[in-house]
């Protein structure tokens, strides 16, 4: 909800915001529901729902859906690609492809790699 010019920091669902911190389960096609309920002005990148893993804020810029880089090179291989295809294809026509300020950014998740 705005007030004035002010901003509500986040526009989720107490109950969906809670779930994440409690680190309970929540699937990427909940996550995609609720982008989409709460920041429809959002762009999602075709055919990598399975990867979504959240929303990304900054200073000076509006918040963009992340997806995890490396579940995006797993849907690009469950298509038939081999590893060095996908690697090609996600740098050149996904995160090689900008559409504007809410083009959406991928994480490299050192965590797990």
């Not at 705005?2 to 969906?16: A, D, E």
């Not at 096609?29 to 429809?40: F, K, S, T, V, W």
């Not at 399975?50 to 992340?66: F, K, Y």
């Not at 298509?79 to 900008?98: L, T």
Request: negative net charge.
């Amino acid at each position: 909800m705005q007030t004035g010019t002010q901003k509500r920091w986040f526009r989720f669902s107490i109950p969906f915001y809670r779930d994440c911190h409690r680190n309970l389960t929540v699937t990427a096609a909940e996550i995609i529901d609720e982008l989409q309920a709460n920041y429809p002005e959002l762009l999602l990148a075709d055919g990598f729902d399975d990867a979504v893993i959240g929303l990304v804020e900054g200073a000076c810029r509006e918040p963009v859906v992340c997806y995890d880089y490396a579940r995006c090179l797993e849907i690009l291989m469950g298509q038939g690609m081999d590893e060095e295809a996908a690697e090609e294809w996600m740098e050149f026509n996904v995160v090689g492809s900008y559409v504007g300020p809410l083009t959406p950014l991928f994480l490299h998740d050192w965590r797990r790699e």
